[in-house]
């Protein structure tokens, strides 16, 4: 019985799909439009023998890996940055060449394999981004009322409504006037939209009992536990808990050539909406937590010698291996406070 491998290139409109052998022979090259449809039809025939059908991750990589899988393909989804960095040997760069180069990894077995999220992970996910989104946009208003009252003279030092309004009526300009409002009326409503995401992110973080575990450590609010448990679904993934500061980029870099060695910055792999939110949580952690707990003693102490920034992101990745290990657990965090009463001394003979 042949062995087959499928690379699939995807695309916005059409996908190329290319077959090989276990010789590495092309048995079909073609093209399909992006649906899992059109990809099925041309796959078919093949279904029998394909070990692997492979794609790389993307905007619609896990809604062709579901739905392909339901088809019953053996779907694999390829980490991206390695994959580039395979493709990227051959000169000529075309859909049909790195088709062809992702199904040779496959036939190789030299492939980095990519998480594939649950569907609960996703959405999660969704509510977070649109949260951020919308206050992302509502500070930008406020930055745009702050730079056009500085144009006229004017300053504020708060984003207050009144005062803003204030600010703009002082000038007796009306067409200023009604631009400040507006502008101000639409941060309004931004602000309003996301108080009622943060209602329902809460309301999400109360019924998830992982989400309930994770926010028992000190710092730990709502978002960021919602914000790790999406990012991680499947903490089984993890060998180690050590390896989930590296994978959301909190490592440091580390270069080694020769007699040559040394770590830079860290190296911002992964999700950096989980990033901010751990570096986030350290930070509460250092600044307003006053728990006696010794993550948060070690941070204080590494931010009197190198500085608040590389206390926080210390803090931040190992608060990301502690998180992962109370949800491996699956028990509450405990903070043991060590005890300030001296060692009982032994008695002589």
Partial sequence: ?????AGLDVADQTTEICVL??????????????????????????????????????????????ELVSRRFP??????????????AKPNKTDKNDAKGLATLLRRGVFTTAHVKSDE??????????????????????????????????RIESNRRRLILAKANANNNHMLSSLIKVMADASDRLLAEVAILDELIE???????????????????????????????????????????????????LFQSGQSSFSGHISRYGDSSVRAALYSAA?????????????RTWGLRLAKQRGFKVAAVACARRLAVVMHRV??????????????QPKKQLPQN
């Fill in 1 to 5: 019985m042949p062995k087959l491998f």
């Fill in 121 to 154: 992970s996703l959405r999660i996910r969704l509510v977070l981004a649109t949260r951020k989104t919308l206050q992302r946009k509502a500070l930008d208003l406020q930055g745009s009322i702050r730079m056009t009252l500085k144009t006229f003279g004017a």
């Fill in 203 to 253: 309301a999400l973080a109360d019924n998830d009992p992982v989400c309930c575990r994770l926010m028992t450590i000190p710092g730990v609010g709502p978002i960021t536990a919602l914000a790790f448990r999406a990012a991680v679904d499947d903490p089984a993934r993890f060998k180690s808990s050590r390896t989930v500061a590296a994978h959301f980029g909190l490592t440091p870099r």
């Fill in 75 to 88: 779907m694999v989804c390829l980490d991206a940055r390695h994959a580039k960095s395979a493709l990227a």
């Fill in 283 to 295: 930070s509460s952690l250092l600044n307003t937590s006053k728990t006696q707990w010794s993550l």
């Fill in 327 to 340: 949800w491996v657990s699956g028990r509450a965090f405990e903070l043991q406070i060590a005890s300030a």
């Fill in 21 to 66: 052998d276990a010789g590495g022979k092309v048995v079909c090259q073609s093209s399909a439009g992006t649906t899992p449809a059109a990809i099925a039809k041309v796959l078919k025939p093949y279904r029998r023998f394909l070990v692997t059908v492979g794609q790389e991750t993307g905007t619609k990589a896990m809604w062709l890996h579901k």
